[in-house]
């Protein structure tokens, strides 16, 4: 029983695998050895925009029950889990993982091997740089004066990990390889490499401080993670870690 | 291929698009202009219940993967996000909109105009005024002593802004414009354009004192943002404005 | 019209009432008096796993647009919101309840009579009593330095309570009967009976000492909530309310 619908103009790579119950509409181009999910809408149709194309990039994993509107473009090996929302205008780098209930606004830039847990909130017009690591629950707000007419999205650079339950406001910039502890609040620029607490009356810390006693692994995390990324990624991750761990010149200074 | 179930008691206007997959149900009338969005379910049966009819008024928009249950009364041009749950025997009047992922647990009484973005949680029993604005990851409780058999349903009044992933305890009672900045945990009552804070140790503030520096705009937000609503809503955003400046006068007596 | 899949290997028991565009798979067994909600996919094949059989146990409930992976089993009565997640290797007692918008991570063991509310995430191996009671938008996480690859997960025993919006850290042991309040951030071990703060300078409290003034009724909530769980259960809770109230004399001596 062919329960899908595929629209005829769509384009559909080779071995793409399309679940039940699925909706793929006109202007979508799917790349080679994709999985999409039951239940999901592949390129909600959004007629305003100028450009409505949706791209979804080779070895690409939708899970099911998700919507994806028209007008974004993903790179290779997009990875979501199940009831993803994601709206129009977002481009992503290679290798983006999403969670399930994640909901990205639009409008947003995110760079490679991006990953997200469950049900993080990424707000319209976002910038997100490259192996970012965004817990559950997290949220990246754009309004400074909730409502206003007035966007001012989040700037979030390379290497940056926020904890979960974080919320970021508007016109936040986490600098490279900033670590944002659990259930923080978080204003205005955190330096490269530092770490915020939710207890905001401990000192400024820079993230090589962090360390698991049990194991004696210290970040930052490159030092310790960089297996669970592709041989082709190594050498920036080796160039972030630098970067990170050289900023601690920086904060000694300014303490 | 038609793949949705409309029961043939159903009332359905005029140019009522329904999506694919849906299931419309006996007890269901929806009026005109309405899109319900694919994989939705308008009208979970609810046999216990004695009013069984869900209304959907004019020109609303659910998205899809939604979920409506029988009981409910809802006013013309309801907007509804995609993944979102509303229960039995909820009033709203006109122009409710909720984001994605948003779970209205039934039995509430919602005013006109209010907003709603992600995943917010509105507890069973709450009574929400007019012109309401709830961001992402609110939730407002309704059990004072989890988990018992008392239900103290939360009340909002006009005018109120709730900034993200804050939690509203039981009883709660924000008056008319009060501000809940992101993150707050609110107990008791917050009196007319009060504004609280994450960080109980801050002095009281009015909202009037909430500026945006770079624009120069000020709340409460009925002087910047009115031109959101139509027409028809301006005179009433007047007076509750004028009605939240008023309240500053209270504010500087008690202080 | 037939719009569900059901694998002919697939077991399914008496009085099963399946909804409509449903995926019921080969691996899966459903016991009698089952009702499986619209849109959900009921084990969701993990080719990978050792022991791939999904049981649902008698007179479950899983309500719509659900997703419950290949290789868990749930004991009688399972009820489950709309829009769930529940990955593979997942353990359930008797009655367990999940709200709307869940996330179960896998490999967790959960006891009888165990209580979720809306977006509750559960992090992998977690470890889960009984008459346990998590409120909406609780997080409970698995690693240590974020990311990495050390798992610690989370152990709650049988009785706990814990508030909305709280963020369990990796490793945290909440011991019998402990209640967390909402929005805490719980670190390390939180002793029998004794009672959390989001404000962390507030003295040790015992469960004991939690009352609702309107109404008098008092915890631990065995006393005025047990009439919620069936007979079989009563002598259980009511040990183990014996167990809390006796934790009370522990906590006088180590304050």
Redesign the interface.
Known sequence: ?Q?S?IHPNAKIGNNVKIG??C?ITENVEIADNVIIG??S?IG?EMPHLKERKLYIGENSVIR??S?LYEGSFFKERLET???V?IRENTNSGINLRI???C?IEGDCVIGDFV?CH??V?IGKGSKIGHFV?I???V?L?ND???????ELPITIEDGV?I???S?I?PGAVLKTGAFIS??S?IDGVVEEGNVTF?NKSLKKAHVTS???I??G?R?P?MR??AD?YPAVAQERIKILLDKIIESKKQLNKTK
């Open positions: 029983m329960t619908y039940d119950f909706k039951d239940y809408i909600l099911s029950h919507v889990g199940h009831h929302l969670g399930s209930f909901d990953r469950s049900y909130h690591w817990y559950s629950l949220t707000t400074p004066l909730p409502p206003s007419h007035i990990v904890c979960a339950n919320t406001l659990a259930n609040l939710n962090l360390i698991d049990n194991t692994i970040h995390w310790h993670f669970k």
